[in-house]
């Protein structure tokens, strides 16, 4: 099984750095997602793996294999990589047994087997092979392209932002079908987004980058939990960072006197806390006045100025007993906080 490993990877445009010194490993059979904004650099580091664009400097290998660099740039069709475009990446008129099988040496395109194998895997009906692209779903269609791109077997499959033509509703259900059916390949696999929900449920370990740089790559739950830096933090769910001062583990803040997760200096500091942490309390607490509020079914978001001076922030609570915009309530704040130091900057920076 092959590992993906990236070592000190640059890359430019003209005189554009895109990316910066990316040092990344993918584990054998490993699902990770590459999350980042509009334009931070993701599609490239995907099109270097891929062997599309060569790197300016650096190192890609697969497993042992270096596919780019001490002098050695192997070319896409031998890199054996499988990729998963955006959409539209299907020929429109071929069947959908065709498209899966188009990437099988011609011996086996007839294969049955393997056909009916690769409809399976992606959870497709075995009554679709017959189908046009146009006959399919969204979602239906980017199964297809993930069973073309998994036919010949591939030790690595790139995935560019394969759901984000789906609604959302469709989203979810591809995404946990693709995910599914790339962990029962064994393949190792990136997938490349910019919606955090998505890289959060899916992969196994988020990398995060930003202008180009990798700034952090952990677990979902380790990112959430304990992001590098408060532009991190913001990026990944919502977040509020409020200015503090550390004494002895602890901060104060306007939110009350709050345990620090993470070993911090005494002094001027800003404190992470989500607002899943911050209750309504019947009686104590810091009194806010509720400005607005967005109802989701299942919770709600709302916003509270604190009083008497601010600042907004954001609130988290169930879905029953909900206060009215401009009723007055108290709140209090659950659980531990990271702290960062005071100047740290938001993201992107
Ligand atoms: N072939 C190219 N020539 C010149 N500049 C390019 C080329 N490809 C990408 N870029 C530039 O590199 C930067 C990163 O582009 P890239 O497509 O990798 O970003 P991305 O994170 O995938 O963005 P998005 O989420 O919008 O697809 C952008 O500023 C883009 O304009």
Redesign the pocket.
Known sequence: MTALSLHEVTKS??T?R?LEGIDLHVPAQGLIAVL?P????????LRLIAGFAVPDDGRIAFGERTVFGDGRTVPPQRRKVGYVPQEGALFPHRTVAANITFGLPRRDRGSQDRLHELLALVGLDQRLATRFPHQLSGGQQQRVALARALAPRPSVVLLD?PFSSLDAGLREGTGRAVAAALRATGATAVL?T?DQAEALSLADRVAVLRNGRLVQFDTPAELYRRPHDPGVAQFIGDAVLLPAEIRGGKADCVLGTLVVRNPSADGPAQVLIRPEQIRLQAATGITARVDDLSYYGHDATLRAMLLPGGPQITVRVGAGDLPEPGTMIRLAVSGDVLAYPADKGAFPD
Request: proline share 0%; hydrophobic share 25%; charged share 10%.
């Open positions: 445009f003209g554009h895109v980042g509009s334009g931070c650099g993701k599609t490239t580091l932002e490349v910019h």
